[in-house]
């Protein structure tokens, strides 16, 4: 699962969520929670919410960011974190993002950072654009796509070059085809060809 859980401040008598940016965090973005919104106990006291957040919506209401309750919206807490010594950045969701920043992970950011942003989302699903680079992140790895589901979950989104190096050969055999249902739907290639390299994202092709 890919759960944000965020702890609730009091901030004037308010209820909010800080996100901070910058070195040594002196970039503070504040949400204000509107009274409706449901609030969780968390197992060590306090009060937390956790995202994505279903029938919620993100507004700016006097330059200020106000959580509300709105049915058929969404909003999604992003991360897209750094290896050692590294950058990420969040290129482009499929939604409207609302606030953004970079948590930096020592004082100056030389350790490495996590880029987040906030965004409202009519749909279950946000398509996620990124890239990410430091120590222990393999080069065909920077480039980061993803689906964030309001459940959760977080799937990557296949490229062309990662369906190559998983498909090890493509089925030469005109009855075969690549499997549309998405990733995580792996098959073998059982063709008059053979086996093509064992597992393949390759299924035949409706008659």
């Given at each position: 699962m890919n759960r944000v859980c965020k702890r609730v401040v009091k901030?004037?008598?308010?209820?909010?969520?800080?996100?901070?940016?910058?070195?040594h965090d002196h970039e503070r973005t504040?949400?204000?929670?509107?009274?409706?919104?449901?609030?969780?106990?968390?197992?060590?006291?306090?009060?937390?919410?956790?995202f994505p957040?279903?029938?919620?919506?993100?507004?700016?209401?006097?330059?200020?960011l106000v959580l509300v309750p709105v049915m058929h919206c969404n909003v999604f807490i992003v991360e897209i974190e750094s290896g050692y010594r590294g950058t990420a950045t969040i290129d482009e969701v499929s939604g409207e993002i609302m606030a953004r920043g970079a948590a930096l992970h020592s004082g100056q950011g030389a350790l490495g950072r996590t880029a987040w942003a906030i965004v409202n989302c009519p749909e279950e699903r946000l398509?996620?654009?990124?890239?990410?680079?430091g120590?222990?992140?393999?080069?065909?790895?920077?480039?980061?796509?993803?689906?964030?589901?309001?459940s959760g979950d977080r799937t990557p989104v296949l490229n062309n070059a990662l369906i190559a190096a998983?498909?090890?050969?493509p089925c030469a055999c005109a009855t075969y085809e690549f499997d549309p249902c998405g990733p995580g739907q792996v098959h073998t290639c059982h063709g008059e060809?053979?086996?093509?390299?064992?597992?393949?994202?390759?299924?035949?092709?409706?008659?």
């Open positions: 901030e004037g008598g308010y209820n909010t969520l800080e996100f901070f940016s910058g070195a504040v949400v204000y929670i509107n009274v409706a919104c449901r609030l969780e106990r968390g197992p060590n006291g306090g009060d937390w919410l956790k957040l279903r029938d919620h919506q993100i507004r700016l209401v006097s330059n200020k398509r996620v654009s990124g890239q990410a680079t120590r222990r992140i393999a080069a065909a790895d920077e480039k980061q796509v993803f689906d964030l589901g309001v998983i498909t090890d050969a060809h053979g086996e093509h390299g064992g597992t393949a994202l390759w299924i035949p092709k409706a008659v």
